[in-house]
């Protein structure tokens, strides 16, 4: 049962603010094989606390714990080697390598994390057809999709999205959330993903609302 799992990542007490207070003392803890959907309005701090819980962004205060380290403790050289090894992220802009070809792309992932292109993957993904166009002769919707790919291609312990189906029509959206809910259960992983699409977010096992500074759990 999901409850016997084990904790993959703990936050505590974290807070945030820039010209006004964002939010304050949010905790939460994600699970093996759990998959979590935050949602809320636009503006209210959504992607701020995604980027904080990736390392990406650091809090005013409070903890984000990982392997049994506060990540905000740890070396510079010990989070980069997190992020590149444990966490995958997919964001709203693709950050492809323009210039490159989608297959160039997947390759420097899969040199990074000295993992093979799983071309099974690609095919699911419905980007198999596409590896040797040019990022800038892509779709939205297929640089979305290669992100993704580049990213399940690092054997993520953690993925967090933001928006992860907003390019997608709504079909091919159904695939890629099936595709990476599966990929969850099958690798004892974790996904936190930000959306406004309470469809997705529905799909997900716990459910977290973010509204007026208030941080409280749905599901």
Do not use: W
Not at 60 to 89: A, M, P, Q, W
Not at 98 to 109: D, M, Q, S, V
Not at 178 to 189: G, I, S, T, W
Request: hydrophobic share 35%; glycine share 6%.
């Amino acid at each position: 049962m999901q409850n016997e799992n084990l904790i993959l990542l703990e936050a505590t007490n974290i807070s945030k603010s820039f010209d006004y207070k964002l939010f304050e003392n949010i905790s939460l803890s994600v699970r093996q094989q759990e998959t979590v959907s935050i949602i809320g309005e636009s503006g209210c701090g959504k992607s701020t606390l995604l980027n904080i819980l990736s390392t990406l962004l650091v809090p005013d205060s409070g903890e984000v714990i990982y392997n049994n380290l506060n990540l905000y403790n740890c070396k510079t050289k010990y989070l980069t080697k997190v992020r590149r090894d444990h966490f995958g992220i997919i964001f709203q802009a693709h950050y492809l390598f323009r210039g490159f070809t989608a297959n160039e792309n997947l390759k420097i992932g899969s040199i990074l994390s000295e993992n093979d292109i799983d071309n099974k993957l690609l095919e699911d993904l419905k980007i198999a057809h596409i590896l040797k166009q040019n990022i800038g002769e892509l779709s939205g919707g297929q640089q979305q999709r290669l992100s993704i790919a580049r990213v399940l291609i690092k054997k993520p312990k953690i993925i967090f999205a933001d928006e992860p189906t907003g390019n997608l029509d709504k079909q091919t959206a159904y695939e890629v959330t099936k595709l990476l809910f599966e990929y969850v259960k099958n690798n004892n992983a974790a996904l936190i993903l930000v959306t406004h699409d309470k469809k997705l977010a529905d799909c997900c096992d716990t459910i977290y609302e973010l509204e007026d500074n208030e941080f409280n759990k749905i599901r």
